[in-house]
Structure formats: structure tokens, C-alpha cells
């Protein structure tokens, strides 16, 4: 049998999301351990929690690949009495590897906001802010038909499995181009107003943006339900080019910080 390593899984997730594409601010890329260490089983999660940890501990893992980085910005303590610093001690102690790719994911037609596409079966879809040769921030595309939107938001309620969405002044005419980016993506408004979208999904909206312009509205659809599905993406890669790993989805770990009640 084959012997494969660290560097073995990351040449798969950067050929998917190259690490060259990951924004200025992030911190995407082998967050601890070595890429010469040993793999044999892989988990994959949303965010890479103590709890998550714990569950590669348990189930024999090498290797926890998650699309938030565990370490964000600058540690100045590890302390067993944080969220970050308990999961970055149990890791190290346990000898497990642990990998994000988060904006790399992002910015590829294939990754989260492609998702998010595939789920409302949007049609020419196409990148919304392109930084290179099909690359870039959120998508864009076309419904099948248009629909009201009442409809609209009947539609991403279902496919995103929401029982609530927050949204801004439905519109009054009908939506057929939607525009979306997985994430915080607020920024991106005013793209989706330009490129003629009446209808943009995102998570992180903030309270002025649902002020919006005549013929055009944004929905919340939360910024983990937005993201998820990169979670099976990711694993599904790993599971295709490394078919003798033992490589699993967490089954008890659910990260979504906000609760709704």
C-alpha cells in the first residue's frame, strides 16, 4: 500500500484552490505541523473547534482539513482557556496536521459560491468580482425562469433548508439574475447592483445595506449555511485521489456559532 504524506493531500486541495489566490488578509495554507508527516485518514469540518479535534483524536486521524483557518490573525498566548488555543494544544499534543483552505476556496468558480449556485440550479453562471483568468469573489448567474420574489425567497428558503431568512424590500418586478458570495459578503454589493442582479445572497449583512435601490434586494442566508457545502467538496476531492484513506465528514460537530430561536 501506498505511503502518502502531508504534502501528498495539499498538492490536491491547492490544484482545486491554489493557495496563490487566497486575499492579502488571510491565512489559508498548513497551519500546524509538517508537510512531511505521515497521512492515512483525513477529517474534514467547517470550522476546526476542540470538539473537532477531540473527533480526529477518537477516530484515528492524521489530518483535519477545514475551510476556516484555526489560527486567524497573530496568537500572543496558547492557553487550553480559549477556543483556538485548546484546539491548536490538542492538536500539536496528538501530532495531527491541520489545513485550511478558506478565500483559495472561495475565489474558484467550483468552490462556495459556485455551491451556492448549484443549489438555487442557476444556469451561465460566471464569476461576479474577477481578479484574474476565472477567479475571483462570488458568482453570478441566471434562475431557469423568472419568478417573483416571493417566490425567490420561497426558493432559497428551501434549497438552503432555512427556517428564516433576513431580507431587505422584496422587489416588485420579477427576479432572474441572482448574484451571490459564500461568506461575509456585503462588500460585493455594489457589484451585483452593476452587473444586474435584482436578487443578492450572502451571510454578515449589516443593518444599512438592507437599504437598497429600486428593483434590487439582498438576502442573509446566514454565513455557515452559505459555506458549507465546500466542506463535501473538499472531501470529495481527497476521497477520489486518495481512495485507500480512511477519510471522513464530521457527524457530531456543528460549528455554527449563531443560534436561532
Partial sequence: MNQYFVRDVVKVLEEFAPLSLQEKWDNSGLCIGTMDAPVSSVLFGLDCSPELVDEAIACGADMIVTHHPLIFSGLKRISPDDQVGAAVIKAVSAGIAVYAAHTSADKVIAGVSGAMARRLGLKDVRILDEDGEGT?????????????????????????????????????????????????????????????????????????????????????????????????ILFSLIRKNFPTFAVRITENIYSNPIFYF
Avoid at 432559497?156 to 424590500?169: H, I, N
Avoid at 460585493?188 to 452593476?194: D, R, S, T, V
Wanted: with cysteine; net charge negative.
Fill in 136 to 232: 475571483g469573489l462570488g458568482v453570478i448567474g441566471d434562475l431557469p425562469a423568472p419568478v417573483s420574489a416571493e417566490d425567490a425567497i420561497a426558493l432559497v428558503k428551501e434549497r438552503f433548508s432555512l427556517r428564516m431568512v433576513r431580507a431587505s424590500k422584496p422587489v416588485e418586478g420579477c427576479v432572474s439574475r441572482v448574484a451571490m458570495c459564500g461568506g461575509s459578503g456585503a462588500s460585493l454589493i455594489g457589484k451585483a447592483i452593476a452587473e444586474g442582479a435584482q436578487l443578492y445572497l450572502c451571510g454578515d449583512i449589516s443593518y444599512h445595506h438592507f437599504f437598497t435601490p429600486k428593483g434590487f434586494m439582498v438576502m442573509d442566508v446566514g454565513h455557515y449555511e452559505s459555506e458549507i457545502d465546500i466542506v463535501g
